[in-house]
């Protein structure tokens, strides 16, 4: 899907830049590709300080508040698709009362009069499945773009923190590999410095 294509390509971009460490760049790849999962990922990379269990805290809200965003129509599109058929069926249940009616006061003689209850039946009947079956529909397709941007959101946020631990351990590799170097370097320094006391203790030795 579309959709995929773009938040996929939207992640790896802002994976390139987070290698190199440049976070304007990630930043400014979010903010060219406006929507629900750039948002998500914005969140991770504005926490990337606090942490991998930071940025899953952010990622985590992030994601609910979209949910919300994504899902604020869900309720009354369902609420329409429900009623609808309730209120042709109300309708229904009215015209036929008012056809008993005509029947009880003046008989089966005229179908004229009977005409005119059951035509309410069935027109009330029909126009409460006009309205429900396209909202039912509509519904159906909202809710799974819904689920899918939702398990978009998810995996790219996933994906970059991911991202960030690798980045964090290459930092820490870095810091022990300087750390390390130095000590070394302190060590042989060390070792220079005594071999040149010990070669001035030497000469003393001999001058005395």
Known sequence: ??????????????????????????????????????????????????????????????????????????????????????????????GMISTFEVITEFGTGDPKLLSGG????????????????????????LTSAVEHIAGEMEQNALKLSLNFAQEQTLQLEDENGNETVKSKDETEKQKQEQEQEEEKREEKREEV
């Open 1 to 94: 899907m579309r959709v995929h294509t773009n938040s996929e390509k939207l992640t790896n971009k802002v994976s390139k830049a987070i290698q190199w460490s440049e976070w304007d760049k990630a930043f400014r790849a979010c903010q060219e590709k406006p929507g629900a999962v750039s948002r998500v990922l914005m969140a991770a990379l504005r926490y990337r300080d606090l942490g991998r269990s930071g940025v899953r805290d952010a990622v985590n809200e992030a994601i609910l508040n979209e949910l919300a965003l994504l899902e604020r129509f869900l309720p009354s599109l369902h609420v329409i698709a429900a009623v609808a058929p309730l209120l042709g069926l109300l309708g229904t249940v009215t």
């Open 118 to 141: 059951i035509s309410v039946a069935l027109v009330t009947t029909e126009l409460g499945l006009i309205v429900a079956i396209p909202v039912l529909l509509i519904h159906s397709i």
